[in-house]
């Protein structure tokens, strides 16, 4: 078994990239294969619209033709059992190249059938995690979950299967003396990140025991 998971974070040591590696430790620990790609590390751009995955008898029907460093990592994903994404929430929605990312992967599988389908060649699991400054509530009042319900709602199309993890009130700064956010209570998250963040590592380390054994 073989999973991948992809930071959509710029930070390589912080609450996105814990949580992933949380769940690689999970895959792990009952025998999968375990890769960590950082996205901010490749060199890449979102859709460009040609079309060229969805021309009928195309020589790139069903594959995205830009070349690109995502070329080695779409046949990456072919090959693996189960990936899982994760991303920061910035202004309510995942991170720039994360965005950019999954156009790239899923509209190459995407049919435009009816119903919609999926050219992907195979069933996989997938998790998201996502990580974010707002406590739980501020998402609900802010609307904030159909944009999550969507995305899974497409992963699923495409790939058969996908869960959420979702981990709120992020501790952002490693010293909030440094940073002008009066609005954050520093206390209060870091009460929070000492007592609640452990529990969310421990649910991204079973989130990544059922992807694998699913």
Known sequence: MKIIAFNGSPRKKWNTATLLKKALEGAASVGAETELINLYDLDYKGCY?????????GA???????????????RKIENADAIIFG????????????????ERLLFQYFTYTE??????????????????GITEDLL???????????LTKYLTIIFGYSEVLMSFDA?????????????????KKLKRRQG???????????????????
């Open 49 to 57: 619209s040609c079309f060229s995955c969805k021309e009928k008898d």
């Open 60 to 74: 790139s029907y069903g594959k995205c033709p830009i070349k690109d460093d995502l070329q080695l990592i779409f």
């Open 87 to 102: 991303s920061p929430i910035y202004f309510s929605e995942i991170s720039g190249e994360m965005r950019s990312f999954l």
């Open 115 to 132: 119903p919609v389908g999926s050219l992907f060649p195979k069933k996989i699991a997938t998790g998201f995690i996502y990580t974010m």
């Open 140 to 150: 609900s009042e802010r609307g904030m979950s159909q944009n999550f319900v969507n």
């Open 171 to 187: 501790y952002q700064f490693q010293d909030y003396s440094k940073v002008v956010a009066p609005r954050f209570d520093e206390a």
């Open 196 to 214: 609640v963040f452990p529990i969310d590592c421990q649910k991204a380390f079973e989130l990544g025991k059922r992807l694998v054994t699913r």
